[in-house]
């Protein structure tokens, strides 16, 4: 099965397709993109992972066509960041 593994680093995003066969794992398909050349340190930065936008364990089985995301950690918080540009009455939130 055809599996994507996708991980926005802060300078880029690396992509890399893979086939993997039926039963493979979130775990397992990052542990075959970081084997592949030029593509180490795949997800360094990551503290979790999901499959298109939900997040999801290593040991969640994966499906053709998925597409595994590496997330690195956030900076700020989305709420803390919020309360920054209010603070600075640059919050433009629509209400």
Partial sequence: ??????????????????????????GGAIAAASCIGGFLPLGSEATCCGVFGKLAGPETVLN?????EL??????????ARRRRARMGKDTAPG
């Fill in 1 to 26: 099965m055809k599996i994507e593994v996708v991980c926005a680093e802060r300078e880029s995003q690396r992509s890399v397709v893979l086939d993997l066969p039926e039963g493979s794992t979130i």
């Fill in 64 to 68: 053709d066509g998925d597409r595994v």
């Fill in 71 to 80: 997330y690195r950690p956030l900076i700020v918080a989305a709420k803390d």
